[in-house]
């Protein structure tokens, strides 16, 4: 302690008793002199240096309070002294300050920095001391902004402060000072000022005084300059001082706090909380400025409920409300109420002599000014104030209510604003300051009680984490501690007035106050636990009022309101990021294990998303992050935020949860849930009886209340969801991380080593929510929630239309009739189902499929992969992701695998009703390219496929015209399945002659089967089953390509591209099925030969049995049935099928073989040469034996062989043919397909390099370059004739006299039709030699391939 450091002192001399204190004392005084002296000085003459003053501040901060004190009225002299001059100087008139010597800024400051330091350490020795010191210091406190500086009127201010907060009890155990805190109840710790241990001296107790009668007209004056400083910088704007305003805010509350007394300050009430309230209100508008300062506004909602916490607390006042007492001497209230002598009292007029006191309150209430003549208030002293007498009311029962009636108006327009107020600092001030009057004035303030509870659950799932959990711990101290009967009438009330409420304010304009009666809520309804809420459903009538409400609430007719800003903003953007493109460019499907394949995706398909399944222990945990699950309705983007449909949400939830049976009720989630059901059930039977009377959809939906049915169901639907997910352990988990931060911030600090408080060691105990799904009410769950399925996916429901292209729309004029709206409420019904069959699979967990559910839903999830909507597309794959993660399967893939025979049982049965279900194709070709695990249900998709073949026939493209393309996708996926079998056949053959050879060659041919009989039965099996799998696989290889290839000659570029693709795809994949084959067919050989040697007959005949068709010869009679319609397709006039025709070309002939195709070009090779015959730039020539192309008798359309083509189209179909030349002459395997017709491409081909057309340059250089690997003289000598024709000069000599000249070889053409190239190519239009073209190809193949040939 400092005392034990400095020495003793003796409380009756004043002096230290040993020598080294003594000396101390005597170096104290000497300092204190000197300074004072100067102090003096400066008095006397203002014109001095004050310097003296930094250093005199230092030596008071650093010198203790024992050292100080001694000397106490010696320094506040002269300080004083200084300070009555400084305030003299300004106060007085303009005219009258010229008479007087000023004391400049910067000494009046200093003397009040100076004076604060002393009066914080030193203390008040008696009340007449106290009393000329609050006068000289409120003197100059009360000086204008004109008058003096901000430093010196917050010196003054702080001055103050220090005076109250350094005030001492005395040591009379019997005191009134002793029943006191003695400092703000709600002072934070951080501001919290040096306490006295010892009680005063003196004879007098200054702080009994200031609780006294005799000084309430001193505190009401104190009371009011400070409010009145406050005010005063507030109405300065930018320009006041805020950290005034928080000074004489802090000081008032010291000032209230040392009076302690409800006696004293319960007259001064109306005023101090007018002017509390309008500090208040003003921060709604107000973010800057000494009116908005963040810590004025805390020190100043503190400072209210301090006031209000000692004037009106319980305790003091329950007394007076039962019988009345003379509270005021000499007067008799059962004469008069107390409140009318308050108004008589406030009504007083001072004479013009002034020489009583006036009490005036201004004309609205909000400030009672105490405002005394300075020349009189300058003298006062102890006895004056005694003569004057005092001001007091009556705390009756009347003054008790009128007051909280006026104190609730005054609350409630400010506080439930301020609880979302932006500054954090605020929101904690208002926690306090409920907390507070919750704890000491909740009777008292009984109406202003259920506000109070309403602003702490708003504060309870606030933002901030920290106050989020002090709200939380206090809120459940009161229900478990605070009178629980009144909480749980006050709850009652609540509830009930948030429930009325809630639909005006969700329908209004103010988001803000929308959210708030939500969070109130549910907040409400969460700590009041489920008994409570159903206690409130307990009648069916409450309980439809209930649902009735969040209908309202929810419902898509509040997608019209708000502002006008809100709606524009929800209108998606019509540029931007285009979902379409991003399904064209996915394309990477999982098929194993961290095993992909990559393929074109169907542009109708489904929203799909580049996403690499992989296997993941913790599956809803990503699904969690890619997916917004629960999703917000699409109608309540306009209505509010996320956060406020959370809040509404959540309290469905919890319905949901209070709902569900357990041992100790039975429940009532069957009954309740029937409610919103019901519109469902409606529009069911509305739906049937427009099919039973053959109503158009148009009619139907513009007939009264179809539409409003319609928009109900999806409302009902969403809040059906809403009360089952609040079943699940999701939902839960958000509750328990919503609610539970007060428990984790006791856990934290529990855990660094915090001591609590006895209000602190509660423990609230595990949430009353904490529902186990036992198994009696898991089967509750599971009936009520397939009688919810069965309305969900009732056909009824799934034949809405969704678009104008719908199938089932009677005829186009009915589409064009139908509006808009109508689209879009059926999309989001759709979509809102979706997403509860989602909800539904996450909260039964795996009896979802055990249930039968799983079954029932999955097709209905597959076939709105392909919807129109966008939004019901996206819903269908999070949905399907959620199934396969509570299913326990790591991918969506291996949920369809697993389910595959359902799924494929529901396809055929639809596809043989092409009719009813013209969606299937698309169904079908979704599956298989967005699940992509075709190739592991081949044996699935015989029957499918075998559908799919006879609507892709004459007849079947003939009576569904609109269907070939989505079949054609579905055999485009087959056929990729089928190519991914075939890619590992071969391998697989290989390595499994491999492993014959090797273990005939270990155990000799002879004694190889004698030696292990068993293995090679099973040998011999296996040799058979790897049969059968090939054979099937070229067996669906060879069936879709007898589908595809008469759609090579459709008109439509999508049939024709798509068809391309399937050739391609099989001719490869049979290609490798006939390489397996040979493989198996040698492993045969081998195991024959082992058979042989064993004398094993009955086995050979088993391994003949096998060979029951003859499948080693597929590739080439496909090519031959195949080639007829790929020449069709070059003569299309369709470029971009041209392009790909010759891609696909290019790939066959090199996996079959040039032999088979040499006659071919040699009979078909006009259609593809004369694609070179013209320049991209000239128009095309026509040609008198083209013959017409036959029309068939079902197409629609003609076929025109006028149509003209841009240029840049016939040039990169040009390319495609250069390029398919140059593939195919430079692989060993096909280059023979073109030995017949060799001069005549050649020819072509170097006229087209020769030609003035660069952008055909690079294509016909690498063209003739692979021509040059066949032939290199006769490439050499076509562009050679050409070279040395046009180049006249500096020919070169031949390398010996014995070869001839040039001239001699080549001699030069007359004409262009003299070179040879035309005469081997034939005539050519468009394509003029140009001699610099010439001279590049020329050089660039001498370089390439004249030097050096080979194949590659």
Known sequence: MELEEEGEFDKLTGDFTDEASQAQFSNTFAELQAYSLRLLELHQNPNQSPSFFTSFFNFLQKSSAQSLQPFFDYVLFPLLLLLDAATECRSKAKEERKMISKVSDKVAESVVMCLEQLLSKCYLGSVDQMVVLTTKLAKAATLSPSEASEEFREGTIKCFRAVFSSLRGCSDNFCSCNQILGFPELLESNTLQRSFSKASESGECLVAFLQSLDASVAVGYWLSFLLKDADTEAARGHRGSGKLRVEAFLTLRWLVAKVGNADALAYFLPGVVSQFNKVLHVSKTMITGAAGSVEAIDQAMRGLAEYLMMVLQDDVNLSGLDMPKNVISGYDPNNNKSSSFLEELRRLRIKPEGQNTIVEEDNDGELVNMITPKSEFKELSTDSMKRKGSLHVARTKDWIEETSAHVNKLLCATFPHICVHPAKKVRKGLLAAIRGLLSNCSYTLKDSRLMLLECLCVM?????????????????????????????????DIFGRLIEMLPKVVLGSDESLALSQAQKLLVIIYYSGPQFLLDQLQSPVSAARFLDVFTICLGQNSAFTGSLDKLILARPSSTGFLHSIAELQAGAHLTD?????????????????????????????TIRKTYEFPCTPPWFVTVGSQKLYQALAGTLRLVGLSLVPDFESEGQLSVITDIPLGHLHRLVSEVRVREYNTESWQSWYNRTGSGHLLRQAGTAACIINEMLFGLSDEAFDTFTKMFQKSKTVREEARQSGAEFTDGQR?????????TKLKKAVKSHLIDCVGKIMHAYVSSEVWDLPTDRKSSLLQSDKEAEDITLHFFRDTAILHQVIIDGIGIFALCLGKDFASSGFLHLSLYLLLENLISSNSQVRSASDAVLHVLSATSGYPTVGHLVLANADYVI????????????????????????SYIGVAYKILPLLEEPMRSVSQELQILGRHQHPDLNISFLKAVAEIMKASKHEADSLPSQAESYLMHIKSKISEQGSGSCYDNDTGEWESILYNLNDCKRYRRTVGSIAGSCLTTAIPLLASEKQAACLVALDIVENGIVTIAKVEEAYRHEKETKEEIEEVLRSSSV????????AADDGADENRLLPAMNKLWPFLVICIQSNNPVAVRRCLSVISNVVQICGGDFFSRRFHTD??????????????????LKEAKAPLLLPYRNTSISSDDSLAEVSNMKVQVAVLNMIADLSRNEKSASALEVVLKKVSGLVVGVA???????RDASINALSGLASIDPDLIWLLLA?????????????????????????????LSPKEYLYVQYGGQSYGFDVDFSSVDTVFRKLHAQSFSYQMYS
């Not at 049982?905 to 599956?927: E, F, G, K, T």
């Not at 007959?1097 to 003949?1104: I, K, T």
């Open 460 to 492: 309870v799932v606030g933002d901030d984490e920290e106050i989020s959990a002090a709200a939380q711990e206090f809120l459940e101290c009161l229900f478990l501690y605070s009178g629980k009967h009144c909480v749980k009438f006050d709850v009652s």
């Open 593 to 621: 294990y961290g095993q992909t394949f990559i393929g074109s995706v169907p542009s109708g398909i489904s929203k799909l998303t580049a996403i690499q399944e992989k296997p993941i222990q913790c599956p809803w945990e």
């Open 762 to 770: 509660y423990k609230f105990g595990e949430s009353t929510w904490k």
């Open 905 to 928: 049982d529901s396809i055929c049965r639809q596809l043989r009703h092409l009719d009813l279900n013209p969606h299937v194709p698309n169904v079908l070709a979704a599956m298989l």
């Open 1097 to 1104: 007959y009955h086995r050979q005949d088993n391994l003949d």
């Open 1165 to 1182: 090779g006009p259609h593809f040469w004369k694609l070179l015959s013209t320049s991209p730039f000239q128009k095309k020539h026509k």
């Open 1250 to 1256: 020769c030609s003035g057309v660069v952008g055909l």
């Open 1281 to 1309: 004739d050409v070279y040395y024709s046009l180049k006249k000069r500096n020919l070169p000599s031949p390398p010996t006299s014995d070869f001839p000249e040039i001239s001699e070889i080549l001699p030069p053409c």
